[in-house]
């Protein structure tokens, strides 16, 4: 592994792990909030890295991805919620599903607002040297922080818009529909990895995620008067 490759995984791994984290934390407050108190009886409120990071998917394989220079992703362990502790289960659990995606939204405006304060005052980011690492990093942050926002929100269980689906449809529908949970790793492989392999053309995050990230992602930038090319 050269130089090359270690800093390309650091520039990722880094604004990856930070992202994640933020976005399990934030569900298990929200959870807290409304009635649930598992995340804080286990510590899993706590920004330490440490408590979330789930050996294969914080660090196999987004590192994997980076040495194969495909897009980077990942995800922690899940916060655990119990949605019968909330105060109204099915509403709630989706207002906790919801406050990942929308702290990785904040985080995302921090970062373009922050990219955006940089090049106004140095007239664009430093391409070398610490400083450049660190901008390397910011700019990696934003996009990252959006891609893992939209991507969350696929209605497909065990993603977050899963369970926003599942307190729409009725009582009786939504409990066969939870159960899909349980081939969470198994979806994320197939929709990450095999379907684009298989059916380049029924590429989900090519297709449905990218367009809306991109539209995300720009409309962050121009509300910050930033461009990615200039940075």
């Known amino acids: 592994m050269n130089d090359t490759t270690l800093y390309r995984i650091a520039i990722w791994l880094i604004p990856l792990v930070i992202a994640i984290v933020f976005h399990e934390v934030a569900h298990g407050y929200v959870a807290r909030m409304l009635g649930d ?90 391409q070398s040297g610490v400083a450049g690492f660190i901008a390397a990093n910011l700019i990696n942050f934003l996009l990252i922080n959006v891609f893992l926002a939209i991507f969350n929100l696929l209605p497909v269980p065990p993603f977050d818009g899963g369970h926003v689906v599942e307190a729409i449809l009725p009582r009786a529908l939504a409990a066969h529909y939870a159960k899909l949970s349980r081939f969470g790793f198994p979806v994320m ?33 121009a509300i910050f008067h930033v461009s990615l090319a200039s940075a």
């Open 37 to 126: 108190q598992t995340a804080a009886q286990r510590g899993r409120l706590t920004l330490n890295p440490i408590r979330h990071v789930d050996p294969v998917g914080t660090l196999l394989v987004p590192m994997m991805l980076a040495l194969a220079n495909a897009p980077i992703f990942g995800w922690a362990k899940p916060v655990p919620v119990v949605t019968a502790r909330l105060n109204h289960p099915r509403r709630d659990m989706a207002l906790v599903a919801l406050a990942g995606p929308g702290i990785n939204l904040v985080m995302a405006m921090i970062a373009a607002a922050a990219i955006g304060v940089w090049v106004g005052s140095a007239g664009g980011l430093p």
């Open 189 to 221: 492989l197939f929709l990450l990895v095999i379907l684009p392999t298989i059916a380049p053309s029924a590429n989900v995050v090519a297709r449905v995620v990218g367009p809306i990230a991109d539209w995300v992602l720009g409309l962050l930038l």
